[in-house]
């Protein structure tokens, strides 16, 4: 895993992600059919859908100072870095909320992530960690690698985590 590895496939998805153990569509109400939207096209309030059928909320939307030709988008998991040219699914601002059935969870600071884990984001919105280590960009912090693109994350950073071993 490098910091900079943005791939974009014929598909328009990132990093060749395919469908995970964990399905995000288990379980939760289908909203509007999203649009297509180029990384420079996103805007805060709008929610990313990822290959797995995950969403990740747009708090802010704005060109890398640390990556050229990259987008950073601050969502509930951190900030993105996602290559200019790559294309996302998007439903927009205020669309239909999407409802999750309970789940279990347990808090894991950001130095334990795991590939494999699953956050569980306030909203309930959930993101599977590809790969993970220490960044070489950015002292102190990991790179995250997800099905929406790299997360840098402190160390020290908490998060819940899908628990697993209650399914």
């Keep these: 895993m490098t910091d900079n590895n ?31 939207k180029y ?7 709008d929610i990313l859908v990822g290959p ?20 950073a ?21 205020g669309a239909p909320a999407l409802t999750y059935p309970e789940r279990s ?11 494999g884990d699953v956050i569980v984001a306030p909203s309930g919105n959930l993101l599977t960690i590809d790969d993970i280590e220490r960044s070489s960009v950015m002292p102190g912090c990991l790179a995250v690698e997800n099905e929406f693109g790299t997360l840098y994350l402190g160390e020290e950073v908490e998060f819940e985590v899908l628990d ?3 399914a």
């Design 105 to 115: 969870t347990y808090t894991k600071a950001a130095e334990d992530f795991e590939a």
């Design 39 to 45: 990384a420079t096209e996103i805007l805060p309030g």
């Design 52 to 71: 797995n059928g995950t969403r990740a909320t747009v708090d802010n939307s704005d060109e890398s100072f640390v990556f050229h030709g990259c987008r």
């Design 6 to 36: 943005f791939v974009k496939l014929p598909n328009g998805k990132l990093n060749g992600s395919e469908p995970k153990h964990q399905s995000a569509a288990e379980g939760r109400t289908i909203s509007a059919a999203p649009t297509t």
């Design 164 to 166: 697993e071993s209650a």
């Design 73 to 93: 988008i601050e969502t509930e998991f951190g900030t993105l870095y996602i290559d200019d040219d790559l294309t996302f699914e998007v439903e927009p601002e």
